[in-house]
């Protein structure tokens, strides 16, 4: 016979077991799902048993789930030449679960979304000019695309998990303020907001940061290193710094503003009240109205022009962007440079400038080998390193999804 006393001591002992149990199953799915979704060629289920230690009676439970949420799929079988049940190949599910990555630049409004195979599925970039702009009109129109897009891929049956949102200045990722975005001429904003998007989980990070995971997550043949300096040039520049395949935020996640750099304190005053900043000697606008061209012309009319007339054009740019990232190098100790935006595609007139002034200005030049290479992400990279950060965050629980 039970009595009351240890009815209360049996449920005691029983809650925690219980706890610690579902949170070994959390944690087994996250292996499992890590297991399929890192590797180079898909694993079966014996592949991922060997993977993670797991049992394969577990694995085959844990994939079973994981395939009833749509997180991943089986391929044919195919045997090998072996006895035995054939192998079933396990891929991250196409086209189910997918996140968006929002992005305001002060010439484009942009929105992108992307799935757990890392293809984009569906996206809207506007030009656009939002220099000193109402960040409440602008934000709800990237809204509107956001809606828009989101349901077209919605309609096909996907579902999306969440969405990031990419600014160029600086932001608190803990608190979803924008403190200040000096081209935008944005300060002391909560845009999440203002995008009018309800419900949906929407996280505001910084633009260049973004653009550095997209290029940290690879997809092209020249895998990105593990440690590098990324810096993202448009009409502003931003930069991010990568230690180990993992961002170095600093204390608050405010670094990389490299664009506000001073390299001439006699230069032209900068749209954040100092003076001389490297945006206005390598912006895109600057370097356009260095080659006599409008500031707001598309980049193509800048490359149209360096292909037939060199690189005398963007010889300032070069020169003043190899001076900062000089003070970079030695203060940082980060030996690769990626140069994304505007400057990928200006590579060819830039690089030997770069290299140059690096040469003569990073102290360790004689000793190590300073690489400066084009980024491999692509256009808009921040709006594909917005979408793989939502779905990483699947990816780390996906007990939520099964």
């Not at 060997?50 to 395939?67: E, I, K, N, P, Y």
């Given at each position: 016979?039970?009595?009351?006393?240890?009815?209360?001591?049996?449920?005691?002992?029983?809650?925690?077991?219980?706890?610690?149990?579902?949170?070994?199953?959390?944690?087994?799915?996250?292996?499992?799902?890590?297991?399929?979704?890192?590797?180079?060629?898909?694993?079966?289920?014996?592949?991922?048993?060997?993977?993670?230690?797991?049992?394969?009676?577990?694995?085959?439970?844990?994939?079973?789930?994981?395939?009833?949420?749509?997180?991943?799929?089986?391929?044919?079988?195919?045997?090998?030449?072996r006895a035995g049940r054939p192998a079933v190949p396990l891929i991250p599910a196409p086209r189910t679960v997918v996140g968006l990555g929002l992005e305001v630049n002060v010439d484009y409004l942009g929105v992108r979304v992307v799935d757990l195979t890392g293809d984009v599925v569906a996206e809207q970039v506007v030009p656009g000019s939002f220099h000193d702009s109402d960040p409440t009109a602008v934000l709800a129109r990237l809204g509107e695309l956001a809606r828009e897009v989101s349901g077209e891929v919605t309609a096909a049956d996907m579902t999306v998990a969440g969405g990031r949102l990419a600014l160029p200045g600086l932001v608190d990722p803990r608190t979803g303020l924008l403190q200040v975005a000096p081209n935008l001429g944005w300060s002391s904003l909560e845009p999440v907001p203002l995008l009018g998007l309800g419900e949906l989980d929407v996280r505001v990070a910084n633009e260049a940061k973004l653009a550095a995971l997209a290029e940290l997550a690879g997809g092209s043949d020249v895998a990105a290193p593990d440690s590098f300096v990324f810096v993202s040039g448009d009409v502003g520049i931003g930069a991010a710094i990568v230690v180990d395949r993992a961002l170095f935020l600093g204390e608050r996640g405010w670094n990389g503003e490299i664009g506000h750099v001073v390299v001439d304190p006699a230069g032209p005053r900068c749209s954040c009240g100092a003076f001389g900043c490297l945006e206005q000697y390598a912006g895109k606008e600057a370097m356009m109205r260095a080659a006599g061209l409008p500031p707001d012309a598309p980049l193509d009319a800048l490359v149209s022009l360096l292909a037939d007339a060199g690189s005398r054009a963007v010889l300032p740019a070069g020169r003043a962007l190899g001076s900062a990232l000089a003070d970079f190098v030695n203060l940082l100790d980060v030996g690769t440079i990626v140069?994304?935006?505007?400057?990928?595609?200006?590579?060819?007139?830039?690089?030997?400038?770069?290299?140059?002034v690096l040469d003569d200005r990073v102290l360790a030049a004689p000793f190590v080998d300073l690489e400066v290479r084009a980024a491999q992400a692509g256009p808009h990279a921040a709006l594909t390193g917005g979408a793989r950060e939502v779905l990483r965050a699947v990816l780390a629980d996906p007990a939520a999804w099964v």
């Open positions: 016979m039970t009595t009351a006393g240890t009815a209360r001591e049996t449920s005691t002992r029983t809650g925690p077991a219980a706890a610690r149990q579902h949170s070994l199953r959390e944690h087994n799915l996250e292996l499992v799902a890590r297991a399929v979704f890192e590797v180079p060629e898909p694993l079966s289920r014996a592949g991922v048993a060997a993977a993670t230690g797991l049992a394969r009676a577990t694995v085959s439970t844990l994939v079973d789930q994981l395939v009833a949420a749509g997180l991943v799929r089986e391929l044919p079988a195919v045997t090998g030449g140069l994304g935006g505007a400057y990928a595609e200006l590579m060819p007139w830039l690089r030997a400038d770069v290299e140059s």
